[in-house]
């Protein structure tokens, strides 16, 4: 029996993995988690920071531990959140520290676009809301701040990107991250003058962008691993999310993490005033094709609630039995207004913010955690029922499912209450798709399998789905 494994470096905001897949075409794809580690931003002064050195600390320590089990890795690939940048000089050396979207020193810049009018602008150029993180905000604010940046360097990397340059020392910028920027143009598969104009983004900073499925060349530099191929896969953790769900007809896909993306897979973008007042983002497929989607609050609220306790889950045990305590709980009579960003986006204390905005209402804040835990994951269900709704309207199209993979499929409080305010099936698959969708891009660039819809095929009978019906 052929088998080839493959490693997925898969960096989230919280925590950070490096999954090892070994396929074969009679057993379909199996897993190994071999290195988990968290992750956070830094606050210095008043912006916030990635450690991306500390980062590739990891993604090197994950990638000896794999080779040691699994001595027959033949690739890796790596998929990173959206939007954030390295800056290079022409030597390759890193000139400027890598800033967290979370920091909001470009929300002046955001206030006075959207005073001018120039958001729908932006929208109608490059098919993305005009949002505090996209790159195209974080490069303005960063070359007003620092104008000596535009000598100084010769090349931008979104951080995926700039992970592959350490790697294999080929620098590209890869489509689906590059489709986070509010920077390519909505109708080609290239960069949007229009947009680097407005920016005054200087064009020397980006190439390509380049479709994923191809090698960038062996590992360099680090003992033991230099057999190892880098792939080029879907830089975006969305979109490798995204691809690695088989099509079961017209579902609206969400995949649901600390963001909650719920969007589709669709021919042509999502385009005129309805999809801009809605905040629809065009973001594309490793293959340039096109997912648009809507950017929903999502499992931060959750996470950072219950970091304001001291006693909270820590296992899957607890983790049950917080859940049915949540079920057992009276329905909210006030949901929470999920796009209050001002009070959600990035509060010190996320239940202080959540009592705030319920006081501000008249409603009284829940006085447990099971009762939190109700609150965000009812307030989540009617935010998806909601986009779905209206992206349906958008789009032209009829979701006769809903599908969900990620962090939130495992919670069948969340995936219930998503049923019950949609009146639609919830298909929740427990599925690794970031990484799974990242490895289907190294087993077709590998030869392994000719394309991602026949990877589909051979990997179906191995997923775990269950539904869950309105009730």
Known sequence: MTRTTVAAIDLGATSGRVIVGVFSPSAGL?????????????????????DVGGLFTEIKKGLREAKKLFPELISCGIDVWGCDVAFLNKSGRLVFPVHAYRDTRTEPLLARIKAAGDDQKLYEWTGLPAINYNTGLQLRETVEACPELVQLADRCLWLPDYFN???????????????????????????????FNYFKIPAKWFAGPHKAGQKLGKIKDIDGLGEIEVVLVPGHDTSCAFEAIPRTGSDLIISSGTWMLAGAMLDKPASGDAAWKLGISNERCGDGSYRPLKILIGLWLLEQMLATFSERPKNEAEWGALIQAAEDQ???????????????FNPKNMREAIDDQLLSRGATPPD??????????????QTVATAAKKFEAITETHFENIVIVGGGAKNRLLCQRIADYSRLPVYSYNLEATSVGNMGYQLVAQGVVPSMAAFHESILGGLNKKVYLPE
């Open 30 to 50: 199996q897993l190994t988690e071999v290195h988990r580690f968290p992750n956070s931003f830094h606050q210095l002064g008043e912006n916030f920071y990635w």
């Open 165 to 195: 340059y350490l790697l294999s020392g080929t620098m590209v910028n890869e489509f689906s991250i590059a489709s986070t920027a509010m920077m390519l143009d909505l109708h080609s598969e290239g960069y949007s003058k229009e947009a």
């Open 330 to 344: 009276p329905a909210p009579s006030v949901l929470l207004d999920t796009e209050d960003r001002a009070r959600l």
């Open 368 to 381: 447990s955690i099971a009762g939190y835990v109700r609150l965000i994951c009812d307030s989540l269900g």
